[in-house]
């Protein structure tokens, strides 16, 4: 599966973005995808994951309320709405797909990943 991460940019705090994650490949598995982020000199971390049918969905606490993580399978499509965005937001955002679909906040359990799209928040 490759995955390729767009829709990243500079937007002041309180705005929004939308990024996108567009799969190619064995897409025909029922994985789960999650989207990470890793700001400059920190730790990679989890922000929101959902199953292959979209029924189920996690997010960090610290996006809850802010984003939303959905899908299109007809078109191998992910997506993650950011509003109310905040400094602490800017990140190198990645998403990446669970083939056992487990939707866990555990990078481990993601095999595939994209190659990242950077968000900065700024006035």
């Known amino acids: 599966v490759q995955l390729q991460a767009s829709g990243g940019g500079l937007v002041r705090p309180g705005g929004s973005l939308r990024l996108s994650c567009a799969a190619s490949g064995r897409t025909g598995l029922r994985y789960a995808t999650g989207w990470f982020r890793q700001a400059p000199g920190k730790e990679r971390e989890f922000v929101a994951s959902?199953?292959?049918?979209?029924?189920?969905?996690a997010y960090a606490d610290s996006v809850k309320g802010r984003f939303a993580i959905s899908r299109d399978n007809a078109n191998d499509m992910v997506y993650l709405q950011m509003n109310s965005l905040k400094t602490e937001d800017t990140a190198v955002y990645y998403c990446?797909?669970?083939?056992?679909?487990?939707?866990?906040?555990?990078?481990?359990?993601?095999?595939?990943w994209g190659q990242g799209t950077l968000v900065t928040v700024s006035s």
């Open positions: 990446a797909v669970s083939p056992s679909g487990s939707y866990s906040q555990d990078h481990r359990f993601y095999a595939y």
């Open positions: 959902i199953t292959w049918g979209g029924g189920n969905s």
